[in-house]
């Protein structure tokens, strides 16, 4: 299967990253990728923008090498009641917003209550698409509730391959137990790099071989489709 879509992308603007805008349409344009989202980080992660950066998307073209581009946020979940650190006018305005946990904004814990009543609290927030890396071991949660939750407010639960090879040591298992979930319960999952240099743009691999180990079926892998994922925000209310 050839998946034509990669939106957790970041570039310079992110303060960690080695690529430029125009560096990774460009890359995704050479490997046939149709829609690219970039989602730099919230502006309480260090050396992210400012949000006057998100609220000027607006000058950005819709196509850069033929790529459809999406322009949106991974929003950094701050507290356990599942806020955000955009201001709610922006976050309207975003193509497309995933919502994280990180640290250094949120301390590493232990407790699965603490971490799971965030998640579940931000996806009430109308303006959230996208469950971020949900599988880090050092936020742990009670998955099915997620997955629950996620099939109730049609929030789609990404499968980060940066999580599996570098990001976040030992996700794995979690990963893993979390599509079995998504599986059971037919939740859509979508792939994302979470790309901080263009070469890594569409890099599923590590993601590809976990759903295969849990034999995930085609039709809940989102990527596939470059319109039923236009149509999944257009669902959302977004003009696309």
């Known amino acids: 299967m050839k998946y034509v ?132 071991p050092k936020f742990p949660i009670h998955e099915e509730e997620i997955v629950k939750k996620a099939k109730e407010k049609n929030i789609l639960i990404e499968i980060n391959n940066s999580s599996l090879v570098s990001s976040r040591i030992g996700s794995e298992k979690n990963c893993s137990r979390i599509a079995n979930l998504c599986k059971e319960h037919g939740v859509k999952i979508i792939l994302n790099s979470d790309s901080h240099f263009a070469y890594r743009i569409a890099g599923f691999d590590a993601a590809i071989e976990m759903l295969n180990e849990v034999d995930m079926p085609e039709d809940l892998i989102i990527n596939k489709s470059k319109e039923e994922f236009l149509d999944f925000l257009r669902s959302k209310g977004k003009k696309l």
């Open 5 to 136: 879509l990669d939106v957790h992308t970041h570039t310079i603007i992110s303060g960690h990253a080695y690529s430029t805008l125009l560096e990774n349409a460009k890359y995704a344009s050479e490997i046939g990728l149709q829609l690219l989202g970039t989602t730099e980080h919230g502006p309480s992660m260090p050396g992210a923008p400012h949000e006057w950066y998100f609220g000027n998307y607006k000058v950005l073209p819709r196509e850069l090498y033929g790529v459809t581009m999406l322009y949106g946020c991974e929003a950094n979940i701050i507290d356990y009641e599942g806020n955000l650190d955009l201001p709610v006018n922006i976050q309207e305005n975003l193509d497309i917003m995933i919502a994280s946990i990180h640290e250094p904004i949120m301390k590493a814990n232990k407790n699965p209550d603490l971490n799971t009543s965030a998640l579940l609290k931000v996806m009430d927030n109308p303006n959230v698409h996208i469950l971020g890396h949900c599988g880090n």
